[in-house]
Structure formats: structure tokens, C-alpha cells
């Protein structure tokens, strides 16, 4: 699950890592304090460049600059809230992220130490091996590679990153831009953080803007053919094999999970819709805890408020199939018998 930027500095503060002083933007009726740097709460990066941070001086254009973030669409995304923090002085932009090396099992430092808006053209980035032993270590290494002479302070940073990154089950913590400002501190100026979702029995705490309609939700290609919605993660697994082996192209698999309701299964069709190529959308549901007429409910909903919805190809089974049927029969959705009748009326409908 991948956070806002305003939700993981939240996270860093718990952990005594330094940020801005901010406040969050979601009233526009509410006077915002200048000078500020309003951000867009997309879960998206390049905001920067595409016109999504921008600092406002004079109070009296505060409100249309709010105003045209709220309403600006970064890759697809249009943000709920805004950011608005109180501008740095900066001397300095630093890259510096935690990941999980998969292959040799460990956690990483990797760093760069020209951080900011153009750290994609960048390639030669440093990485170390790093756990609650070395954090000192490495921070008298990173303080040699960043050019600076405050090992102590960055050595607290590590070691308070890195328990941020374990404690919170973390998979990516990114900071970028680390900025250094002119009186010499270190603030995390932007965070991009992504939780692992397996671990959400851990955390009764989590409780974010993004977090159900992404919570099973994985791209496999963002240019396929296909989008599945299924239930369970064997079903959802099997339905993307399907389409695989009818030979389209799965855009995602996602496992709408036990508990669907009208709420996430309309999210995730809100999802889909992000995928330019997908003209199908297979629904494949065995209803256990699960309601059919739940789902039901949430197919006619997108019908009805998604304009352009790809053609949907539904089997449902199980708990209150005979409701989800009447309900789609009156709204004129048809149903399939099977999985199988699904992936045939999309072959029969693209030739
Ligand atoms: P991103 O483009 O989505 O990664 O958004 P960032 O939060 O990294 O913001 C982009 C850039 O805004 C940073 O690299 C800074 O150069 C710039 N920026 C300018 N002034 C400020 C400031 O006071 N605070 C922060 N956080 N960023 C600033
Ligand atoms: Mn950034």
C-alpha cells in the first residue's frame, strides 16, 4: 500500500525524523498562512514538474493557486488534500531511500547526493547494507559521500529511518529531496513510503485515504487488454491466468477480498479506468462472505456514474446470487454461467 506524501511524513515524525512544519489543506474556506509551499496529495511522484508543488508568496493568490492544485490531474490522479509547508532555505537537495534486496535478503541504504526533481536522470547511486548494528557506521559514510561534516546527525537519522522502516513494515521509505537547509539541518523534504500489506494484521493504526481500493489491487501491465476483479486471492489468480491463456493481456490482478462491499468494488473500478488500453473487464465472484448483491449493487453504480466503462463480462456464484441476478436483470447487465463464457464472448466480441 503506497501512502500520500502527508501520511508518511506523519509516520516520520513518530520516529523524531525531522519534516516541515505543515498543515493539511482540505477546506479552501480556511485562510492558509503564506508564505507556503502547497503540494499535491497525489500518490504519484513528478509532481514537482508537473506543476504540482508550488511555493505562493502573496496571500492573495494563495487561494487560486490552492484551487488549481486541487483541481490538477497528475497521471490520472486528482488529489483529495493539499499540503502546505513552510517553505526551506535550502542549501542542498540529498536522495536517500531504504529498500528490501530481495535476492541477498537484506535492507539497503541508497543514496545520491544530488537529490530533487531530476533524480530519474540520475544512475550512479550508492547503496550499504544497513541494520540496528551499522547505522553509525554507514552514517560516517554517507557523511563522507553527502560532503558533510555532522556524523552524529546523520547517524541518529539512519538509526531513526531505519527503525521507522522495520517497525512500520515497510517495503520503500524514499526521501527525496533530504534537504539541507542554509542553518545546516537535515528535513525530510518529501517522502514517498509503501507499506506491506501482509503485515496489516500488525497495525491496527493504518488507516488511510488510498487503502482500500489499492489494498489487493497489482498492475501487471498497464497497456493489457484485460482488467479482472475477482474474489480470493486463488480465484483472482486463476481469472488472470485465464485471460492469459484465452491470449489477452491481464492489466491487473486484484482481489476484491472477503469483505466486498459496493464501496471497494466501485473503487476498484475507479482504478481500472486508469488503464488506457483495458476494453474488458472480467468479473469473476464466488460469493462466501461476500454478497452478490453487493457486488451487484456496485456494478450498477459504475454503470451509472463511469462514463466510458469497458464492457464487463460477469460470473457471479454463491451468497445471495438469486438478488445480484434479479438486481442486474432489471438494470439490463447480463450474467454468464462461467469463467470460460466470459473469456469467449470477449473473443467473440474483438474480432
Ligand atoms: P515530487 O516532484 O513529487 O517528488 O515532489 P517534491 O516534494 O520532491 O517537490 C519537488 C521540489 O520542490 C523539491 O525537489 C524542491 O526542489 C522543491 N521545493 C522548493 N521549495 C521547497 C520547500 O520549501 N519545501 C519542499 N519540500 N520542497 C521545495
Ligand atoms: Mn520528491
Redesign the pocket.
Request: hydrophobic content about 25%.
Given at each position: 500500500m503506497k501512502l500520500l506524501?502527508y501520511e508518511a511524513k506523519a509516520i516520520l515524525t513518530s520516529f523524531d525524523i525531522p519534516i516541515?512544519r505543515s498543515s493539511i489543506i482540505t477546506n479552501l474556506d480556511n485562510p492558509i498562512e503564506v508564505p507556503t509551499?502547497l503540494?499535491s496529495q497525489v500518490p504519484v511522484?513528478?509532481?514537482?514538474?508537473a506543476g504540482?508543488?508550488r511555493?505562493v508568496e502573496k496571500s492573495e493568490e494563495v487561494s487560486t493557486a490552492a484551487r488549481e492544485i486541487l483541481s490538477l490531474a497528475i497521471k490520472g490522479h486528482t488529489p483529495k488534500v493539499l499540503l502546505a509547508?513552510?517553505?526551506?532555505s535550502?542549501r542542498h537537495?540529498y536522495y536517500l531511500s531504504l529498500i528490501i534486496n530481495k535476492s541477498a535478503g537484506i535492507i539497503e541504504l541508497m543514496a545520491h547526493k544530488d537529490?530533487?526533481?531530476e533524480i530519474e536522470e540520475q544512475s550512479d547511486f550508492k547503496r550499504w547494507p544497513i541494520d540496528e548494528k551499522n547505522a553509525a557506521n554507514v552514517a560516517a559514510e554517507l557523511a563522507d559521500y553527502y560532503d558533510l561534516t555532522d556524523v552524529e546527525n546523520l547517524s541518529i537519522l539512519l538509526t531513526n529511518l531505519y527503525r521507522c522502516f522495520t517497525e512500520s513494515d515497510a517495503t520503500l521509505l524514499e526521501i527525496?529531496?533530504l534537504?539541507l537547509t542554509v542553518d545546516s539541518k537535515l528535513i525530510a523534504?518529501?517522502c514517498k513510503m509503501t507499506l506491506d500489506d501482509a503485515a496489516r494484521f500488525r497495525h491496527s493504526e493504518w488507516d488511510f485515504e488510498d487503502a482500500p481500493a489499492n489494498a489487493n489491487f497489482v498492475t501487471l501491465d498497464p497497456k493489457g487488454s484485460v482488467a479482472t476483479i475477482a474474489n480470493g486471492a486463488g480465484l483472482a489468480m486463476a481469472t488472470v491466468d485465464a485471460v492469459a491463456d484465452a491470449c489477452f493481456t491481464p492489466a491487473n490482478f486484484l482481489d476484491v477480498g472477503g469483505g466486498a462491499n459496493e464501496a471497494s468494488v466501485l473503487a476498484a473500478f475507479e482504478k481500472i479506468m486508469e488503464y488506457p488500453n483495458v476494453s474488458a473487464i472480467v468479473i469473476n465472484i464466488f460469493a462466501g462472505i461476500t454478497r452478490c448483491d453487493e457486488v451487484a449493487k456496485a456494478i450498477i453504480s459504475a454503470k451509472n456514474q463511469i462514463h466510458d466503462l469497458p464492457k464487463l463480462y460477469i460470473r457471479l456464484a454463491g451468497t445471495n446470487y438469486e438478488a445480484a441476478d434479479d438486481l442486474l436483470t432489471r438494470a439490463g447487465i447480463p450474467l454468464l454461467p462461467s469463467l470460460a463464457d466470459c473469456l469467449v464472448a470477449i473473443q467473440e466480441n474483438s474480432r
Open positions: 506524501e516541515p509551499v503540494k511522484g513528478g509532481r514537482g514538474k504540482g508543488v511555493l509547508e513552510e517553505p526551506l535550502i537537495e537529490g530533487g526533481v527525496n529531496p534537504i523534504g518529501d
